[in-house]
T-cell receptor, first 114, second 115 residues
């Protein structure tokens, strides 16, 4: 079965520090990978996505993610975190030719210390 | 482009009543729409997939008679929670897919509270 793992349930970083949120997906067919952010009581906002090509993708709000097929990972990074980045982050995957269903990870809650 | 709206954003209803949530794709035709449920501090759980003009496909464990889904047009899907109970209180999020591509566009969600 398809699965997405976000190993860190909570992460706390200081404002201005760098950030890396981990995401691992189960091996399968060609994956399409997404990162979403959700503020409390809000819907999902797409940060970035990877379909093909350059494995380092740039997203909105200064985020980037790198697809590493050998490690089945798609980690999200930001060089300098802002207090407004505090939110819940979800990694998600769609496997081509597997019904195109979106599978979400469990989420990582990011807290930012002043 | 690819904007999805939901209405209402919040609803409070009494136990035993039904409530309808609308999901609209505003600037594209959605071949497929999805309904998710999100419990507090949890990830999204897919409830059902609906294609325009056909019956929805429900995920295992989701009661199709309680959560009625209608996808009457290429821009509108509705979720009706029938005979709501407090345990149905949750955040419901819809999404829409344009064509057969992998990307889904998400609505802002509806907070349902059943008293």
């Amino acid at each position: 079965a398809q699965s997405v793992t976000q190993p860190d349930i909570h992460i706390t970083v200081s404002e201005g520090a760098s950030l890396e949120l981990r995401c691992n997906y189960s091996y399968g067919a060609t994956p399409y990978l997404f990162w979403y952010v959700q503020s409390p009581g809000q819907g999902l906002q797409l940060l970035l996505k990877y379909f093909s090509g350059d494995t380092l993708v740039q997203g909105i709000k200064g985020f980037e993610a790198e697809f590493k097929r050998s490690q089945s990972s798609f980690n999200l990074r930001k060089p300098s975190v802002h207090w407004s980045d505090a939110a819940e982050y979800f990694c998600a995957v769609v496997y081509y030719n597997a019904g195109n269903m979106l599978t979400f990870g469990g989420g990582t809650r990011l807290m930012v210390k002043p | 482009g690819a904007v999805v709206s939901q209405h209402p954003s919040r609803v409070i209803c009494k136990s035993g009543t039904s409530v309808k949530i609308e999901c609209r794709s505003l600037d594209f035709q959605a071949t497929t729409m999805f309904w998710y449920r999100q419990f507090p501090k949890k990830s999204l759980m897919l409830m059902a997939t609906s294609n325009e003009g056909s019956k929805a496909t429900y995920e295992q464990g989701v009661e199709k008679d309680k959560f009625l889904i209608n996808h009457a047009s290429l821009t509108l899907s509705t979720l009706t929670v029938t005979s709501a109970h407090p345990e149905d209180s949750s955040f419901y999020i819809c999404s829409a897919r344009r064509g057969e591509g992998p990307e889904q566009y998400f609505g802002p969600g509806t907070r349902l509270t059943v008293t």
